[in-house]
């Protein structure tokens, strides 16, 4: 199994983002929700329209671990998700595929991997690039490995650090910044 990538660089972050509205308001919904929440993408492609409208935050048992799970929706994705939201029914499948049925993980990765191809990303990207993504720039901004570690549910912050990456970093730093 190949291991994915987060994607380090906010210029790239912002490319894709321009991609999205450019293309598709239902992935760029999609990419922001993986970007800015750092669920799995069976947890996102389970979303019901009536999980996030007028909702403050979003609650779900997540799939893989059977946990409950609730966060705030940030600023960036209320409006995405009101707008997106309008007009759709509660019951409905917040993320549907051209053929009008849930857009499954299958569906996500040709999105996320085509849209990467098409704004030059060299990263190995897949689904789970978008919560390592959310994972990699919530601890350059916060270096809050416990609090990241909770959000991910992982069972020790060296599984949490070296999953976001940060690990090979660290290490790269380290060994840029000794010079004897």
């Known amino acids: 199994m190949t291991m994915v990538e987060p994607i380090r660089c906010i210029e790239s972050i912002k490319e894709l983002e321009r991609y999205f509205a450019e293309n598709s308001p239902r992935d ?4 922001t929700i993986g ?3 750092g669920l799995r993408i069976s ?3 389970a979303l019901n329209v009536g999980d996030v ?6 609650q779900i048992i997540e799939k893989k671990t059977g946990k409950y799970k609730k966060f705030p929706i940030n600023s960036k994705l209320r409006p995405m998700i009101e707008n997106f939201t309008r007009g759709k029914q509660s019951e409905e499948a917040l993320f549907v595929s051209i053929f009008q049925n849930r857009l499954d993980r299958f569906g996500a990765y040709y999105i996320i991997k085509a849209a990467c191809q098409t704004v030059g990303i060299q990263e190995k990207v897949g689904t789970h690039t978008l919560r390592k993504t959310f994972g990699y720039h919530h601890y350059k901004k916060f270096k809050d490995v416990a609090m990241l570690q ?5 069972s020790n912050p060296s599984i ?6 940060i690990e090979q970093d ?5 060994y840029n910044n000794f010079i004897l």
């Open 35 to 37: 970007t800015n929440c």
């Open 43 to 45: 947890d996102i492609v």
């Open 160 to 165: 949490t650090l070296r999953y976001i990456g």
């Open 170 to 174: 660290q290490i790269d730093e380290s």
């Open 53 to 58: 409208r007028n909702k403050s935050h979003i």
């Open 150 to 154: 909770k959000i991910f549910n992982h």
């Open 28 to 31: 760029l919904l999609l990419f």
